[in-house]
């Protein structure tokens, strides 16, 4: 096992690509966008997360990484290309069907094949072994295959991706130890073997067990509003309870995994799946319920403008993907309501972006939507001095609100009725 083809250079192929090819493996690192090989070939990235660059960096000097647009022959094929939904909620399994297709041609007796994309449960069974046997080569004799999947958190998917203990689930006993001793060249977590199915299901379970606790909390946050007491202290005070852990209340939930995942479980399930289905509705509708308050926070105020902060899913992150802010804003553009929106981390946007200054200028409402950390040093007196109106809304409870409350800002936290 020296060589290894890594399909898709995303934040989870290049992170896999890099860590295998500074363990001593040859890495070809495979995507279809020719921008994202070169930059890789030029020892750079275009995603940002900690650690990558320096990584990235030193697999490239090292002569064991390259990258290219198409796979060659090799001894191990992991694929991580993106597993997104359709429009109609639907597992988008294309990327997965094309990137398996391709190597097909290239498979030698003895390869092994890790699919790490996540997936809904049966799809090594349904999708890849079919496409994999046109190759002729038989699984379980000549050819191998595991499911692999990532549970790595943006922001620190280089620790987590040694750290972490993994699930492997092979084709038969033969696929998962091949898999588990490919894995172990830089895994210091547990590796745990099992079935490709059950490991499928496994990673969707866990997000799907995020989605309906982030619905729980949620909910009770609205609750929280409507009864006048803080969901940060009732959270607090139920998290003291030895057996129970209140997740964290929001604007919602975005990202390519949590929002995404129970869908695939819906999509195979629809009747069993009601629990799931109504968990997803609730985080899905809290961008609405964040509309609503900025509403109640500028109501009077003639031709109002919102100062958004922030636009990544999530904090010190650059990943927009189904991001919460997205939606507000395009519920705000719906309801004619003008905004000025910033974030420190994305540099590639379809919303326009604007430098603190100028989303602060002339504003009614500062909408804290993303828990960057550099919004914990804005300072309040600074803001006060450049914003029309001084009325904050924290959607994601990081402000310091006695400063803010000092320098005369009018305070809202979602979850909390009181201002
Ligand atoms: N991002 C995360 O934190 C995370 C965590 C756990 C699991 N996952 C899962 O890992 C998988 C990959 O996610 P990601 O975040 O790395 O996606 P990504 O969009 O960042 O990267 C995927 C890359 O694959 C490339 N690609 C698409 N089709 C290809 C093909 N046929 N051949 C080669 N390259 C191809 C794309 O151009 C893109 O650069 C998804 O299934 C995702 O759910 C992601």
Redesign the pocket.
């Known amino acids: 096992m020296n060589t290894v083809c890594v399909?898709?250079?995303?934040?989870?192929?290049?992170p896999t690509a890099s860590v295998l090819a500074t363990n001593g493996f040859q890495v070809l690192g495979?995507?279809?966008?020719p921008s994202?090989v070169d930059t890789v070939n030029q020892g750079n990235i275009?995603?940002e997360e900690p650690g990558l660059h320096t990584i990235v960096r030193a697999a490239i000097q090292s002569g064991n990484l390259r990258a290219a647009?198409k796979?060659e022959c090799c001894d191990v094929y992991i694929?991580?290309?993106?597993?997104?939904l359709t429009e109609d909620k639907r597992a988008n399994m294309d990327?997965?069907r094309?990137?398996t297709e391709?190597i097909v041609p290239l498979l030698k007796p003895g390869a092994l094949i890790v699919l790490?994309?996540?997936?809904p449960p049966g799809t090594c069974r349904d999708l890849l072994q079919p496409i994999l046997a046109q190759s002729g080569l038989t699984l379980g004799k000549d050819l191998f295959l595991a499911h692999c999947?990532?549970?790595?958190?943006?922001g620190r998917?280089l620790k987590e991706f040694i750290a972490n203990d993994r699930v492997v689930g092979g084709f038969d006993e033969e696929s998962a130890r091949r898999a588990r001793d490919l894995y172990a060249t830089f895994v210091e977590g547990d590796i745990l073997l099992t079935g490709m199915t059950t490991a499928e299901l496994v990673?969707v379970l866990e997000n799907t067990y995020r989605d309906v606790n982030i619905a729980l909390a949620n909910e009770t946050a609205i609750l929280c509003e409507a009864l006048q007491v803080d969901f940060a202290e009732v959270a607090r005070l139920a998290n003291r309870h030895p057996r129970v852990n209140v997740h964290m209340a929001g604007p919602g939930v975005g990202?390519?995994?949590i929002s995404?995942?129970p869908w695939f479980l819906v999509e195979a399930f629809p009747e069993e799946t009601r629990l799931i289905r109504t968990a997803r509705a609730r985080n899905d509708g809290m961008p609405a319920h964040v509309v609503k308050t900025i509403q109640e926070l500028v109501a009077g105020v003639e031709a109002p403008k919102i100062a958004v902060l922030g636009l990544a899913f999530k904090g010190n992150v650059d990943?927009m993907?189904e991001s919460p802010s997205a939606r507000v804003i395009e519920l705000l553009h719906a309801e004619g309501i003008a905004l000025a929106a910033h974030d420190p981390y994305v540099k590639h946007s379809p919303i326009e972006l604007h430098s603190l200054e100028d989303c602060f200028k002339d504003a009614d409402c500062l909408a804290v939507l993303t828990d960057h950390n550099d919004y914990k040093y804005i300072n309040p007196r600074q803001v006060a001095k450049l914003m029309r109106r001084r009325v904050l809304y924290d959607t994601r409870n990081i402000l310091d609100h006695n400063d803010w409350c000092d320098a005369g800002f009018q305070v809202r936290v979602l979850g909390s009725g009181k201002c």
């Not at 999947?149 to 943006?154: A, F, G, S, T």
């Open positions: 399909m898709g250079l995303g934040y989870i192929g290049l495979v995507d279809v966008n994202v275009h995603i647009t796979p694929i991580a290309v993106p597993t997104p990327y997965v094309a990137a391709e790490e994309s996540t997936s999947p990532e549970r790595v958190l943006p998917i990673k990202g390519h995994c995404v995942d990943d993907r």
